[in-house]
C-alpha cells in the first residue's frame, strides 16, 4: 500500500505543477501582447524612417539637385583651371 500512496501523491504533485503552469499562461499571452504593440510602434516607426530616406534619395537624384552639382563642380574646375593658367 505504501508504493499506491506513493504514486498519488506524486500525481497530486503534478497535476498541482500542471495548474501552477496553467496559471502563468495568461499572464505570458498578456506579455506577448505587449511585445507585439512594442513591434508595431517600432515597425511604424521604421516605415516613416524608411520613407523620408527614399524621399531624401529621390530628391538628391532630381535634375535640380543634379544641375546645381554640376555648376558647382563647373565653377570649381574653372577656378582651379585658372590657377593652374597663371601659374604655369
Known sequence: ???SKRTLENMLIEEEQKYQELLKIPIAIAHSHELIEELKTQ???SEKTITNLKNQIEESNSIKMK???YVIGGLIGAILGAI???LI
Open 1 to 3: 500500500m505504501g508504493g
Open 43 to 45: 515597425l511604424k516607426i
Open 67 to 69: 544641375l546645381k552639382d
Open 84 to 86: 593652374l593658367t597663371t
